[in-house]
């Protein structure tokens, strides 16, 4: 890609995202992604797995790199037989997006400071 908008206009026209990086532990890739209504496939590793849910994507667990390619292949080709699952995801893509935008998820760490702060004072 040569620019920011290319990636993002090539997102538009993917029907998903396969995420399969160990090591991108702050990647906004994923949310990305997801904000362009792209299902996402990645590992459920360095928080990608509180990010991408049933709702908008499928998660594989951290295996051997056999068992890890095996699974992808596993869940992208039961996308692509299940195209009605690619538009389900596709709109829970989008929902998951607005959900985890920088200002609700400020919202929710204030909540859990206030929380803690509270049950501090006990």
């Known amino acids: 890609w040569k620019s920011t908008e290319e990636l993002i206009?090539?997102?538009?026209n993917a029907d998903v995202f396969l995420f399969s990086s160990l090591l991108e532990a702050t990647s906004t890739a994923v949310t990305?992604?997801?904000?362009?209504?792209?299902?996402v496939i990645c590992f459920k590793h360095c928080g990608f797995g509180d990010i991408v849910d049933e709702s908008c994507g499928i998660t594989i667990p951290i295996s051997?790199?056999?068992?890890?390619?095996?699974?992808?292949?596993?869940?992208?080709?039961?996308l692509t037989e299940n195209p009605f699952k690619i538009e389900q995801l596709s709109r829970g893509a989008a929902e998951r997006a607005s959900e985890i935008n920088w200002d609700n998820l400020a919202r929710i760490v204030a909540g859990a400071y206030k929380e803690a702060f509270l049950a501090n004072k006990k």
Not at 9 to 12: D, I, L, N, P, V
Not at 32 to 38: F, H, I, K
Not at 67 to 73: D, E, L, Q
């Open 9 to 12: 206009e090539g997102m538009y």
């Open 64 to 78: 051997s790199a056999k068992t890890a390619i095996k699974s992808f292949g596993q869940k992208l080709r039961y």
């Open 32 to 39: 990305q992604a997801l904000s362009t209504g792209l299902p």
